[in-house]
C-alpha cells in the first residue's frame, strides 16, 4: 500500500520518537511500525488515570512487554483540574493539553527528537477539540499526514497479526458524560465497573453514558435480542444498581461514537 510506504518513509525522516500509546487500534498500530523502524530511538508514553480502566493500562503493559518496547507510564492529575472536573466543551482540549505537555517533557528528558500519536483521518469528521491541543503542541499525528483511515488501520494491523487490529474503538471514560455535568472518581469508577461488567458478558463495542443517577447504555443493535432475555435484564440492572445507579436504561439507537457531542 502507498500510504503504509509513505508512513515508514515519514517515520524514519523524524528520527526517534515518543509515541502517545493508549493501547487503541491506531496508537498500537503506530508504535509497531515506528518500533520496527527506529528500534531504541523509539519509547512509548503512556497516561495511567481514572479516565483510562486498568484492563486497557493492562493491555499497554503487555504489548510493550511482549515488542521489547520500552514504556513510560506518568500519573494524569487531569481531576486536579477546576475545568475538567466542571466538564464544559473544552473539556477534552484541557485535558489533552496536559497530556502532551507532560509527553513533550518526557520526551526531552530521553533526547527524543519528536512526540506522536496516533489519530486518523476519521477523527477529522467528528467534534475532536483534542486535536486543537495537538496543533497548537505541534505533535506529529503520522497516520493523518499520510491520509490513512481507520479501516486501512485495522487491514494493516491484520496483516502484522497485531492483537488489537478488531479491537472495538474506545474513548476515556470521561467522553461517557453529558457536558456540564460534573465529573468525579466516583462516577468514573461507577461507568468503569458497569462497562466491564458489559464486556465481561460478550458484548464489545459499548458505552454506558451517565446522566445524573441515570445509566444509558448504547450497544450494538444486532445484540439486543441477547441484552433483553429477561433473566440478563434482572442482572444488568442489579449489577448496575449495586455500583450506584439509581435507573438503568438501553438506548435504542444503538452505540455510535460521539454521542454526547450535541450541544
Known amino acids: 500500500m ?5 508512513l ?4 524514519v525522516e523524524l528520527d526517534s520518537v515518543a509515541v502517545a500509546f493508549s493501547g487503541g487500534v491506531d496508537s498500537t498500530f503506530l508504535l509497531k511500525v515506528a ?35 520500552r514504556q513510560i507510564i506518568f500519573n494524569s492529575d487531569e481531576l486536579m483540574k477546576d475545568a475538567f472536573r466542571e ?24 533526547k527524543i527528537s519528536y512526540v506522536v500519536e496516533g489519530s486518523n483521518m476519521d477523527d477529522n469528521g467528528d467534534f475532536r477539540p483534542g486535536l486543537k491541543a495537538i496543533a497548537e503542541l505541534e505533535i506529529k ?49 461507577m461507568v468503569d465497573k458497569a462497562e466491564q461488567f458489559l464486556i465481561d458478558k460478550g458484548f464489545k463495542q459499548i458505552r454506558v453514558r451517565i ?15 441477547k ?4 433473566n440478563f435484564r434482572d442482572e444488568v440492572a442489579t449489577k448496575f444498581k449495586s455500583y ?8 435504542l439507537q444503538g452505540y455510535r461514537s460521539g454521542s454526547m457531542n450535541f450541544f
Open 87 to 110: 466538564n464544559s466543551k473544552n473539556r477534552c482540549y484541557i485535558c489533552k493539553r496536559g497530556l502532551f505537555e507532560k509527553i513533550l517533557q518526557i520526551a526531552a528528558d530521553n
Open 227 to 230: 441484552f433483553l432475555e429477561k
Open 141 to 189: 499525528s503520522p497516520l493523518r499526514h499520510v491520509e490513512l483511515y481507520k479501516n486501512e488501520i485495522r487491514t494493516l494491523s491484520r496483516e502484522m497479526n497485531l492483537p488489537t487490529w478488531d479491537k472495538p474503538s474506545y474513548a476515556c471514560l470521561a467522553s461517557r458524560f453529558v457536558y456540564g455535568e460534573s465529573i468525579s472518581a466516583e462516577k468514573l469508577e
Open 35 to 69: 518500533h520496527d523502524l527506529l528500534g531504541d530511538k523509539v519509547i512509548a508514553v503512556t497516561a495511567a488515570s481514572k479516565s483510562f480502566p486498568q484492563r486497557e493500562l493492562d493491555e499497554t503493559k503487555n504489548f510493550c512487554r511482549a515488542e521489547n518496547v
Open 211 to 225: 446522566h445524573g443517577n441515570i445509566a444509558r447504555i448504547e450497544i450494538l443493535p444486532d445484540a439486543f435480542d
Open 2 to 6: 502507498k500510504k503504509f510506504d509513505e
Open 244 to 251: 450506584g445507579f439509581s435507573y438503568v436504561t438501553l438506548d
Open 8 to 11: 515508514k518513509k515519514y517515520l
